[in-house]
């Protein structure tokens, strides 16, 4: 049995185009950091405070992180004003299912709350579309520690780790899960990143998208299946 599904945002149950990436990358640019694609590219799923800091060090000035985290949110806010974040196919049917099962649905993310209240209000998730919403605002440290999943545990009632699923797209995203203590930890394809290095991290199962995960859990409720979990 699902109590939870605790689900990151961008790359998994919103399509942003990367918008995220390519505002963080100009960000920590401006501010004097040398960082390529691939240097971001290892903080997908991160707090973006953290992320910053570390991509300026590369190069920067360490004490321009607020200035640049205050540079990276205007980015991402015109990025989304030009073109709107959607909903990723199959995402409200997947939160129907989990629902069905009797199961909360909580979003983690590594964005801020100003960004995150923003992003839901464009796709009109701000009233009862999910149960619980976790930001890196919200917790000591953001992804790979546990925090999110247990803050979203807590705000959705949910006492059993047994019975929490977690899904994203980044390799930050199943640590988490992983160090949650989750029962189920999936990865998503929808964000991009290759299968093989999602595959190398710690997960229970890889899917293409969230549209697959309910799916997923009807194989995984078959008596064969259940022997084996």
Known sequence: MI????????????????????????AVRRHGSSA????????????????????????????????????????????????????????????????????????????????????????????????????????????PAPYMVHRAMERTGVTDVAQVLTAGDTVLDLQAGRNAGARFVVGVLSGGVPREVLEAAPHTHVVPSIADVPMLLDLLDTPAAIATV
Do not use: C, N
Not at 37 to 56: C, E, H, P, S
Not at 63 to 79: N, W
Not at 94 to 121: K, N, P
């Open 3 to 26: 109590a939870l599904a605790a689900l990151d945002i961008a790359g998994t149950t919103i399509e942003e185009g990367s918008a995220v990436y390519r505002a963080l990358h100009d």
């Open 36 to 143: 390529d694609v691939a240097d971001v590219a290892r903080w997908m799923g991160a707090d973006k405070r953290t992320a910053i800091r570390a991509l300026l060090a590369l190069d920067g000035d360490a004490s321009a992180v607020e200035q640049t985290f205050v540079d990276f949110e205007r980015l991402l806010a015109e990025a989304y004003e030009a073109t709107p974040p959607v909903a990723m196919p199959g995402v409200l049917d997947a939160f129907a299912a989990f629902r069905e099962r009797g199961a909360r649905i909580a979003l983690t993310t590594g964005f801020s709350t100003d960004v995150t209240e923003q992003l839901l209000e464009r796709l009109g998730w701000t009233d009862g579309v999910v149960d619980a919403v976790v930001t890196t605002d919200d917790v000591p440290a953001g992804r």
